[in-house]
């Protein structure tokens, strides 16, 4: 988590560096993107962004082909798990393949990568309510968590993220759909 | 314990705590003068889907007639008398590979997976 936080931060430090100077006020386009390493590496620059966008969208894309295996083998009860052979639990291991292949039609159809990053980003701001409020009764769940229920404080912090999201996506989504 | 709050939609494991699906239906039987008891739990698609509406029940339980022939026709029953600890898991005590319930996860690792390079 620290390396992670470390890496956005420092992306964020050097678009602000590299874009304001140059009056780029929004990022529009991907295209945009490389020429925050250009003005310090030349061409190899462009090499290195090209290089770091692929194993970033290559190590989210299997990230979340794996989330959506997990998510439908524990509904189902199925087995699952990374560190099984494939042939031990098939019906994870296919889940996985095909999120992974179906994840590729809405773009190779021609959509904007940027525009579906945005709106998916709003979109799971407003799905956190729906995700969170069951872990919320779970956690409070005697039966379920004994001495490791949730106290006053943890419920709160917990209620005031709900909150916020859900209002940040009230917020976004009508500003995605009706541009702006 | 509350049927619905603490058997219903629960992991069920076989005897060697391998998960094979949830308890997606519960069989009780009536008797008369006396209090109801459970006699199998359902697993399956088609329990699931009946859940839905008898409608959905229906075409569920046709293409699984279609896909895996007359014994997939309905969902898979585990007697309650198998039952050997409820508690986060359910465990009864079954070998899951002398039942239907993944004749399709076997299908898939034959036809499939077996056929992909590094698999």
């Known amino acids: 988590m620290g390396f992670g936080c470390t890496i956005s931060i420092a992306v964020l430090i050097?678009?602000?560096?590299?874009?304001?100077?140059r009056g780029i006020e929004q990022v529009e386009d991907y295209h945009q993107l490389p020429l925050m390493l250009v003005p310090i590496f030349g061409f190899w620059g462009f090499v290195l962004f090209a290089a770091s966008l692929g194993i970033a969208c290559l190590g989210a894309c299997?990230?979340?082909?794996?989330?959506?295996?997990?998510?439908v083998a524990q509904g189902f009860g199925w087995n699952w798990g990374k560190?099984?052979?494939p042939s031990d639990d098939p019906g994870f291991t296919v889940v996985y393949s095909l999120s992974m292949f179906l994840s590729a039609i809405p773009i190779a159809c021609?959509?904007?990568?940027?525009?579906?990053?945005?709106?998916?980003?709003?979109?799971t701001a407003a799905s956190l309510p729906l995700t969170v409020v069951p872990?919320?009764?779970?956690?409070?769940?005697?039966?379920?968590?004994?001495?490791?229920r949730n106290g006053k404080l943890a419920n709160a912090a917990v209620l005031f993220v709900i909150a916020l999201g859900f209002l940040l996506a009230i917020v976004t989504i009508p500003l995605e759909i009706f541009g702006s | 314990?509350?049927?619905?709050?603490?058997?219903?939609?629960?992991?069920?494991?076989?005897?060697?705590?391998?998960?094979?699906?949830?308890?997606?239906?519960?069989?009780?039987?009536?008797?008369?003068?006396?209090?109801?008891?459970?006699?199998?739990?359902?697993?399956?698609?088609?329990?699931?889907?009946?859940?839905?509406?008898?409608?959905?029940?229906?075409?569920v339980s046709r293409i699984a007639r279609r896909l895996g022939g007359e014994k997939s026709r309905k969902p898979y029953r585990i007697p309650w008398n198998k039952v050997r600890d409820i508690g986060v898991d359910i465990e009864f005590d079954i070998d899951v590979q002398n039942t239907t319930i993944f004749d399709w996860q076997d299908w898939l690792r034959e036809k499939i997976i077996c056929r992909i390079p590094g698999a």
């Open chain 1, 14 to 21: 050097v678009a602000a560096l590299i874009f304001g100077p």
């Open chain 1, 110 to 123: 021609g959509l904007d990568p940027l525009k579906l990053t945005i709106f998916s980003m709003a979109l």
């Open chain 1, 135 to 148: 872990f919320l009764f779970l956690m409070n769940d005697k039966a379920y968590v004994k001495e490791f």
């Open chain 1, 83 to 85: 560190d099984l052979r």
């Open chain 1, 62 to 71: 299997l990230e979340i082909a794996l989330q959506q295996a997990y998510l």
């Open chain 2, 1 to 59: 314990m509350e049927l619905i709050r603490d058997l219903l939609d629960k992991q069920v494991v076989d005897r060697q705590q391998t998960k094979i699906g949830k308890v997606d239906g519960i069989i009780m039987q009536l008797r008369r003068g006396e209090p109801p008891r459970i006699v199998f739990v359902e697993i399956g698609a088609i329990a699931l889907a009946r859940r839905l509406g008898p409608r959905v029940g229906y075409w």
